[in-house]
C-alpha cells in the first residue's frame, strides 16, 4: 500500500522561506512521478509542482516560478517543496501527489492522473 505523508506547514511571515516535505511509502520516489498541488480557502485545488519518474525533471506552474523549487531524495524516499518569498496568496493547504508512470508534461497539473495522495499540510502566511 502507497502511503504519502507531507510535513513542514506551519504559520510563517511574509518573505520568509518553508520547506514542505513529502514522505512516501511501499513504493520509491523514483518510481513515481511526484506532484505537488495547493487548495486556498474556498478555492479549487491547483497544480503547483511535479518531478518526473525516473531521471527526475521539474515542471512549475507560472504564478510560482521562480520562488518554489521541488527536488527529490532518493535515499529518504521524499520529495521536497521549497517556499521561498512567502506571500499571503500562497496560504493553502498543500498536498503532495503521486502515480507509478510517467506523465506527459501537458497533462501533469490535472488531479485525476494521479493515483495516491496525502492529506495535506497547511500553510499559513501572515503577520
Known amino acids: 500500500q502507497v502511503q504519502l505523508a507531507e510535513s513542514g506547514g506551519g504559520l510563517v511571515q511574509p518573505g520568509d522561506s518553508l520547506r514542505l516535505s513529502c514522505a512516501a511509502s511501499g513504493l520509491h520516489v523514483t518510481m513515481m512521478t511526484m506532484a505537488w498541488f495547493r487548495q486556498g480557502s474556498g478555492e479549487e485545488r491547483e497544480f503547483v509542482s511535479s518531478?518526473?519518474?525516473?531521471?527526475?525533471?521539474?515542471y512549475y506552474a507560472d504564478s510560482v516560478k521562480g520562488r518554489f523549487t521541488t527536488s527529490r531524495d532518493s535515499a529518504k524516499n521524499t520529495v521536497y517543496l521549497q517556499i521561498d518569498s512567502l506571500k499571503p496568496d500562497d496560504t493553502a493547504v498543500y498536498y503532495c501527489?503521486?502515480?507509478?508512470?510517467?506523465?506527459?508534461?501537458?497533462?501533469?497539473?490535472?488531479?485525476?492522473?494521479?493515483?495516491?495522495w496525502g492529506q495535506g499540510t497547511q500553510v499559513t502566511v501572515s503577520s
Open positions: 501527489a503521486g502515480v507509478p508512470s510517467g506523465i506527459p508534461p501537458e497533462n501533469m497539473r490535472l488531479e485525476p492522473v494521479y493515483r495516491y
Open positions: 518531478v518526473t519518474y525516473g531521471t527526475p525533471t521539474t
